[in-house]
């Protein structure tokens, strides 16, 4: 049980208090961290699976493509990536990033490009 003491205006104090709140203040923050931290990971973890399983779907069409430059990836990419989204009911913002990551591999795509 805590003292209590008796300040000299004839108020009472509890001795201690502000040390337990910042105590439990820290716990509560590193658990919060925790559960951010793990449930930010596992949303990362399905974003690249999606986009793996994204390019996965439009690499056997890129293949078929006659005339392959990177403009033409692009804008190959922008318009799948749209019914891809539409088809896994992703979002547009969704849609955009899976674009912009296919995109971003065009120079590992190229080197398995038949050669024409």
């Known amino acids: 049980m805590k003292k ?4 000299k205006k ?17 716990a509560l923050g590193v658990v919060a961290g925790m559960l951010e931290s793990e449930s930010g990971q596992k949303m990362q973890k399905n ?13 056997p069409q890129v293949k078929k493509m006659k005339e392959v430059g990177e403009p033409e990836y692009e804008a190959f990419v922008a318009e799948k990536a749209k019914s891809y989204a ?6 547009l ?13 065009w120079k590992h795509i190229k080197k398995h490009l038949p050669k024409r």
């Open 4 to 7: 209590k003491t008796v300040s």
């Open 10 to 26: 004839g108020t009472k104090k509890k001795g201690g208090g502000l040390l337990a709140g910042a105590l439990v203040g820290g």
């Open 47 to 59: 974003f690249m699976k999606l986009s793996g399983d994204f390019l996965n779907y439009i690499a």
């Open 86 to 91: 539409k088809a896994k009911k992703l979002s």
């Open 93 to 105: 913002a969704e849609a955009k990033i899976l674009a912009a990551k296919a995109k971003h591999s």
